[in-house]
Nanobody, 126 residues
Framework: QVQLVESGGGSVQAGDSLRLSCAASGRAFSRYAMSWFRQVPGKEREFVAAITGSTLRTYYDSSVKGRFTISRDNSKNTMYLQMNSLKPEETAVYYC???????????????????WGQGTQVTVSS
């Protein structure tokens, strides 16, 4: 497993941008598929975006496609989520997650991930 620490959350206005970071400790970061999920109280954790380890293939939920960009720098053991044109309904705690797998099967499901960060709050006001 890897230890994950998110940063970059905050309070912004609708239409603004934020960039989240997820720093990972441990070896072989490039062999982990990484994802961002988000959760609001009382609701299920939902998938936002994912990126594979070395091939850097990306996946997005349809609600964020075209506005959010997931990326990673394997030399820095860090993953990013650039969020543009934020909406109030995207207010949530954002979590990064890692899974030791080269398969893309289930990459958008939270059940496949075994390492999670503590989360960072993103608040978007109208």
């Amino acid at each position: 497993q890897v230890q994950l620490v998110e940063s970059g959350g905050g309070s912004v206005q609708a239409g603004d941008s934020l960039r989240l970071s997820c720093a990972a400790s441990g070896r072989a970061f490039s062999r982990y598929a990484m994802s961002w999920f988000r959760q609001v109280p009382g609701k299920e954790r939902e998938f936002v975006a994912a990126i594979t380890g070395s091939t850097l293939r990306t996946y997005y939920d349809s609600s964020v496609k075209g506005r959010f960009t997931i990326s990673r720098d394997n030399s820095k053991n860090t993953m990013y989520l650039q969020m543009n044109s934020l909406k109030p309904e995207e207010t949530a705690v954002y979590y990064c997650a890692a899974r030791w797998s080269t398969s893309t099967v289930g990459i958008t499901s939270s059940t496949g991930y075994d390492s999670w960060g503590q989360g960072t709050q993103v608040t978007v006001s109208s």
